[in-house]
């Protein structure tokens, strides 16, 4: 088998909200504050909707071919070749995510902590902790989550209500100062994040009730985009849209803006450790499906032994895709979210509609009895 781990929906819920949430709340303020100003926290709620429209269509296609992951139905719906062909597809998208997130850790930590550290330093680190846990397994990447979870929202949580005293409500106001079209707009760039939720088309299979995935799944999109607009609206009360948008870390000073009277400061260390917990995981499950799918596409009985080469190949990317930070923010606010929007609603609604046709019009029966592919080998 590919994958002998179980996890429970709890778990597949929490990993699925660290996923969303880790790099999200890095640099979704600043980007949603430069295109929407006072309402940039609307804009994230707004885009959390796309992030449920995904995790419907996931589940719907995990359930109606059971036992499948994402790269074994494809198969089963539109044939060899082509299924093999999306499937690359996505295993290309979670590489380039995977370097996208590799290089964000990267240029946070040489930009807000070690200037004098080379970026490969930061990088290089991260993929091999991320290597060591992806080929320890699934249920071992969730087991680790369910402890840093509890002590990253806690802590997120700790800080956001430390900062109130330094809150200007003024600054939320007005709003719809621009009316609802900036709002959408700034939107798309949190529902890219939202839609990260697309993971779970590779991970249902391995959950030991696949029948709450709909529930696990929409409750970590809706924890992830109820506390990123929470930390959003902190920043704008503290800074200002203006300050918000002009960062390239707005999380980092807003979080350096907390002193409680001369003997608590500088949260910032413990933020940054919590984040770095975060990110290491979010790496993790990117890394764990881009491998998985790799293997189960090249008719591996295993997916390690390409790990350790996709972890290589992530390096050299995530060093080589950007130049610097500002590149990463660019991307991150322009191009990235009509491209992932093909993944993450395109290519599922393509895959719906031709099993629904396969079904009504062809007579195609899609039953429990279909071939699990993950366990071939």
């Keep these: ?58 589940t719907w296609l995990g359930h109606k071919h059971p036992g499948q992951t994402l790269f074994a139905y494809a198969e089963t719906i539109l ?13 290309w998208l979670f590489v380039q995510i995977t370097a996208i997130i590799v290089r964000e850790f990267g240029d946070f930590m040489t930009t807000s902590f070690m200037p ?4 490969s330093a930061f990088n290089l680190s991260l993929l091999v902790v991320a290597v060591w846990a992806v080929l320890a397994g699934l249920e071992v990447i969730s087991r680790m989550n369910e402890f840093l979870i509890l002590l990253l929202v806690t802590i997120l949580v700790s800080v956001i209500l430390l900062s109130t005293p330094n809150w200007e409500l003024t600054y939320l106001l007005p709003f719809f100062a621009n009316g609802p079209l900036p709002i959408l707009v700034a939107s798309a760039v949190p529902s890219s994040f939202m839609g990260e939720i697309i993971l779970l088309a590779t991970i249902l299979p ?55 009277g001369q003997l608590l400061t500088r949260f910032e260390v413990l933020v940054m450790v919590t984040w770095v917990a975060g990110v290491f995981i979010k790496t993790s499950v990117f890394l764990y499906c881009a491998s998985l799918g790799l293997a189960e596409i090249l008719g591996l009985s295993q997916y390690r032994p390409v790990v350790l080469p996709l972890g290589i190949i992530i390096t050299v990317f995530s060093i080589s895709f950007f130049q610097s930070v500002v590149d990463v923010k660019e991307f991150i606010g322009q191009t990235f979210p009509p491209y992932f929007a093909i993944f993450s609603l395109g290519l599922p609604s393509l895959l719906i509609v031709v099993t629904v046709v ?18 071939k080998g």
Excluded: C
């Excluded at 699925?16 to 940039?40: K, Q």
């Design 1 to 58: 088998m590919l994958e002998n781990g179980k996890i429970s929906p709890r778990q597949t819920g929490e990993l699925m909200f660290i996923t969303i949430l880790a790099t999200a709340i890095l640099f979704v303020p600043a980007i949603t504050a430069e295109l929407a100003g006072h309402d940039a926290w609307l804009a994230t709620l707004a885009g959390s909707f796309i992030g449920l429209v995904t995790l419907w269509m996931v």
């Design 79 to 91: 044939g060899k070749w082509l299924g093999k062909l999306l499937g690359l597809a996505y295993v």
């Design 116 to 119: 004098n550290t080379p970026l």
């Design 206 to 260: 391995f959950m030991t009730r696949p029948e709450r995935a709909l529930l696990a799944g929409g409750a970590a999109v809706v924890g992830s985009a109820a506390l990123l607009t929470l930390a959003i609206v902190g920043s704008l009360a503290v800074f200002g849209p203006e300050l918000v948008a002009s960062f390239s870390f707005p999380l980092h000073l807003f979080v350096r803006s907390i002193s409680i």
């Design 358 to 375: 396969r079904e009504k019009i062809f007579g195609t029966t899609f039953t429990q009895s279909a071939p699990d592919k993950i366990n």
